[in-house]
C-alpha cells in the first residue's frame, strides 16, 4: 500500500522528511524496513544554531551525503531494491540531458536543494516539458505568494506544487532556485525494480 506524502512536523525537519518522502513515493508501505526511517532521522538534523541548539539548523550537506551512501549501501544487501545517487554542482541541473532530469524521466526521484527563504529540502517526482512536480513538506493553509508557483491539494501519493522549470535553474537566491553552483546539491533515489533502464528510456524535449 502507497501511503501519502507528508509535511514536516517542525520548521528544521524538510531534509529527513523529504527523504522518507522519496522511499514512501517509491515503495509500498509493507516494503519499507523500520531501519531506514530510525537512520533517516538518526543522521539528519544535525546541525545548532548561533545559540547551539542542536537541529535548528536543519541539515547539513555533510549528513546527507552521508545518508545517500548509506542508502545506497542498504538497497545492495538486498532488503529493499534500493539506489542512491548524490549530486552537487554543476550536476544538480534540469537541462535536457542532465543526469538528474533523465533520472526523474525514468522514475526516480530526487530530494534537492532549494531556496524558500532559507535553504530548504523539498522531493521533485517529475518533469514535464517546461514545469516541474515537486512535494514541499512545508506546509502552507494559504496560496503560494508566488504566482507562477501552482499549489495542488490533490495529488497527495506525487506532489503539491507544480514550478515552472525556469526557477530551478536561476543561480541567485530565490524561491525554489538551486542558487549558486557550488551550493547546490541533490539526492537521486530510484527503485531497482521500477526504473526505466537508460538504453530504453526516452527523453521528449519540446
Excluded at 547551539?52 to 547539513?60: A, L
Aim: charged share 25%.
Amino acid at each position: 500500500m502507497k501511503i501519502p506524502l507528508r509535511y514536516q512536523t517542525t520548521e528544521f525537519d524538510c531534509g529527513p522528511t523529504s527523504l522518507l518522502n522519496g522511499i514512501s513515493y517509491l515503495f509500498e508501505r509493507e516494503e519499507i524496513p523500520p531501519e531506514i526511517v530510525r537512520n533517516v532521522m538518526l543522521f539528519c538534523l544535525d546541525q545548532y544554531d548561533r545559540d547551539g541548539t542542536p537541529g535548528k539548523k536543519g541539515t547539513s550537506h555533510a549528513a546527507m551525503m552521508f545518508l545517500s551512501h548509506w542508502l545506497d549501501g542498504f538497497g545492495g544487501t538486498g532488503k529493499l531494491p534500493l539506489k542512491s545517487i548524490y549530486l552537487t554542482g554543476g550536476d544538480v541541473t534540469l537541462e535536457p540531458g542532465s543526469r538528474l532530469r533523465s533520472s526523474i524521466s525514468r522514475g526516480c526521484v530526487a530530494v534537492a536543494r532549494i531556496d524558500l527563504d532559507g535553504w530548504h529540502y523539498v522531493l521533485l517526482t517529475g518533469v514535464e516539458k517546461d514545469r516541474v512536480y515537486v512535494f514541499d513538506p512545508y506546509w502552507l493553509p494559504e496560496p503560494f505568494p508566488v504566482p507562477d508557483v501552482t499549489c495542488v491539494q490533490d495529488q497527495i501519493f506525487a506532489y503539491n506544487r507544480i514550478v515552472p522549470l525556469a526557477r530551478f535553474e536561476q543561480s541567485e537566491i530565490c524561491p525554489y532556485a538551486f542558487g549558486p553552483y557550488e551550493q547546490r546539491e541533490a539526492v537521486l533515489l530510484f527503485n531497482k525494480k521500477t526504473v526505466i533502464p537508460e538504453d530504453l528510456a526516452v527523453e521528449y524535449i519540446i
